[in-house]
C-alpha cells in the first residue's frame, strides 16, 4: 500500500507530499481545490510504472532509464484535450515527477517528460534502484463519480477499454462488465450480493453476456419483479459500481472520486462505513475524495486531510467542525484571497468601507493604499436569499483552516455589546465606534 505521495508540477500542484501511512485517507474541501488532481497524480504513477515496466529493460542507458512513449489516447489516467493541460501552469517544459513511497518501505520517483500535445515519455528518475524497479508492485485504480449508465454494453474483451474508458470518467458505460467480472468470482460475487441486500434490500441476478450486450438485472424482494440496473436510481448506481470495484480489485489502492455523489444523507453516512469493511476485508486502501458532510463527520480524524488549495491532515478532532463549516461558508475567491492577503477586514457593508477610502484619502493616511486591495466581508451576509446569515468569527475560524496566521479586524457599530479588544496584528480584533455609527461622524458639528 502507498505511504506517501510527492508530486512536482502536475496540474495544479508545483510540488505537495501527503503522507497515508498506509491508512485510509479521505480529502476533504470544496470544490476545485486539488482533491481529483491527487487521486490523477495516483493514477498517472501507476500508469506510467506499468507502460514502463512492460518493456522489461532494467538497465541504464548513458546514466539514464530509458524513456517509453505514451500517447495522449493510450494516457487513461487523466482525460486531456492535449498533454500541455497535465504541466503546472500549462508550462511544458521540464519533467513532471510523482514519487511513490510504499508501506514495504522502497520508493519510486517516475518522471513524466514533454514531448509533444500528442505524445509523453516515462521513466524512472535515474537516482531509482533497478532491483526495487523489478521488484516493485502497486496496483491503483481511479474510480470517478457515476454518470448516466449506458442502454447498452457490449462484453469488452480487452480490459484496457474498460480502462481507456474509466479515464474519460464514463464509469456508466462500463459497470455491465464489472458484475460480469464479479461474477466470474466465487467470492467476489456472493459479498457484492450481500453488501447490496444489506443496503438496499435487492437481490443481484448474475449478469447474462452471452448475446452481443450484457444483461445485468436486480430483483425487489424475495419474489419481486426483475428490473434492469438502468432502472435504479443513481445513488443505487453508484453505489453498486463501487463495491463491485471493490471485491474485483483487492489488494488495490482504490482512488474515488465523489463516492457520495448522488446519495441520500442517510446512504452517505452508511456507505463510508460498507466501502472501509469491504476494503479492509480485501486488504486494500482507500483514498477518497469528497465535500459530503456527512462523510466527513464519520472519519476518523487521523484519516482526514485538509485540501484548501494546498493538502494537510487534520490537525486534531476540533478542526473537524471548522472543515465542515468552512465548506458551507467559504468560496474559492475567499481561499484564495486568504493565502496573499495582509489580513481580512469586516465592516457593516460597502458603504462603510467607501467612506474608510474616502477618508484615508483626504487625510493621505498610509492606510489610503490597502483600503483600495483590501480583503473584507460584511460582518453578518447571507450565501443566498432567506439563508442563515453568517457571522464575521465562523467566517473567520474556517479562514484559519486555509491559513492559520491571518490577521483580522471587526469594525462593529456603538450599539455593539462586544468591547474593543487591543489591536496586537493578531487573531481576530475588534474596534467599536465610539459614536452609533460611522455615518454619525459625518453629520457631526467636529466633522463639519
Not at 348 to 377: C, N, P
Request: with cysteine.
Amino acid at each position: 500500500m502507498i505511504h506517501s505521495v510527492t508530486i512536482r508540477r502536475f496540474k495544479r500542484f508545483e510540488e505537495i507530499t501527503f503522507d497515508l501511512k498506509g491508512r485510509h485517507v479521505v480529502l476533504a474541501g470544496p470544490n476545485n481545490m486539488g482533491k481529483t488532481t491527487i487521486l490523477q497524480a495516483v493514477s498517472a504513477w501507476t500508469l506510467g510504472f506499468k507502460k514502463w515496466k512492460e518493456r522489461n529493460d532494467f538497465r541504464k542507458h548513458g546514466g539514464y532509464y530509458a524513456k517509453v512513449p505514451i500517447a495522449r489516447q493510450a494516457f487513461s489516467a487523466v482525460p486531456l484535450r492535449r498533454f500541455d493541460l497535465m504541466w503546472a501552469n500549462r508550462d511544458y517544459r521540464g519533467n513532471i515527477e510523482i514519487e511513490i513511497r510504499s508501506t514495504d518501505g522502497w520508493s519510486i520517483t517516475m518522471e513524466f517528460i514533454a514531448d509533444s500535445t500528442e505524445q509523453i515519455f516515462v521513466r524512472p528518475v535515474r537516482t531509482a534502484d533497478a532491483g526495487v524497479l523489478r521488484g516493485a508492485d502497486i496496483q491503483s485504480v481511479f474510480v470517478p463519480a457515476m454518470t448516466g449508465l449506458s442502454k447498452e454494453e457490449p462484453l469488452y474483451a480487452n480490459p484496457e477499454t474498460v480502462a481507456d474508458l474509466l479515464g474519460q470518467a464514463k464509469p456508466g458505460d462500463v459497470l455491465r462488465n464489472l458484475l460480469h467480472q464479479a461474477n466470474q468470482s466465487e467470492t467476489a460475487w456472493p459479498e457484492l450480493c450481500h453488501s447490496i441486500q444489506n443496503l438496499f434490500g435487492y437481490q443481484l441476478i448474475p449478469p447474462d453476456a452471452a448475446g452481443a450486450y450484457i444483461v445485468a438485472e436486480y430483483r425487489v424482494g424475495q419474489d419481486g419483479p426483475e428490473f434492469d440496473i438502468s432502472s435504479g436510481g443513481s445513488g443505487f448506481q453508484q453505489v453498486l459500481m463501487l463495491l463491485t470495484f471493490l471485491n474485483i480489485r483487492p489488494a488495490t489502492v482504490l482512488l474515488l472520486d465523489e463516492p457520495d455523489a448522488h446519495l441520500h444523507v442517510i446512504l452517505q453516512d452508511s456507505i463510508y462505513g460498507e466501502l472501509r469493511a469491504v476494503a479492509e476485508r480485501q486488504r486494500s486502501q482507500l483514498v477518497i475524495a469528497t465535500h459530503s458532510e456527512v462523510i466527513i463527520d464519520s472519519v476518523d480524524p487521523r484519516e482526514l486531510w485538509v485540501v484548501l488549495q494546498s493538502a494537510r491532515p487534520l490537525a486534531e478532532d476540533t478542526e473537524k467542525s471548522s472543515l465542515i463549516k468552512s465548506l458551507r461558508v467559504l468560496s474559492n475567491i475567499d481561499i484564495m484571497l486568504a493565502r496573499e492577503a495582509e489580513g481580512i477586514l469586516y465592516v457593516e457593508g460597502h458603504t462603510d468601507l467607501d467612506i474608510l477610502r474616502a477618508w484615508a484619502k483626504a487625510l493621505g493616511h498610509r492606510s489610503a493604499d490597502l483600503l483600495k486591495r483590501v480583503f473584507w466581508k460584511p460582518i453578518v451576509w447571507e450565501t443566498r436569499t432567506g439563508a442563515d446569515g453568517i457571522q464575521a468569527r465562523d467566517h473567520y475560524d474556517a479562514l484559519r483552516l486555509v491559513r492559520e496566521d491571518l490577521p483580522g479586524l471587526v469594525l462593529l457599530d456603538g450599539d455593539t455589546r462586544a468591547p474593543s479588544t487591543p489591536i496586537i496584528g493578531q487573531g481576530l480584533q475588534r474596534l467599536r465606534w465610539n459614536r452609533y455609527e460611522i455615518e454619525n461622524y459625518l453629520v457631526h458639528p467636529e466633522a463639519l
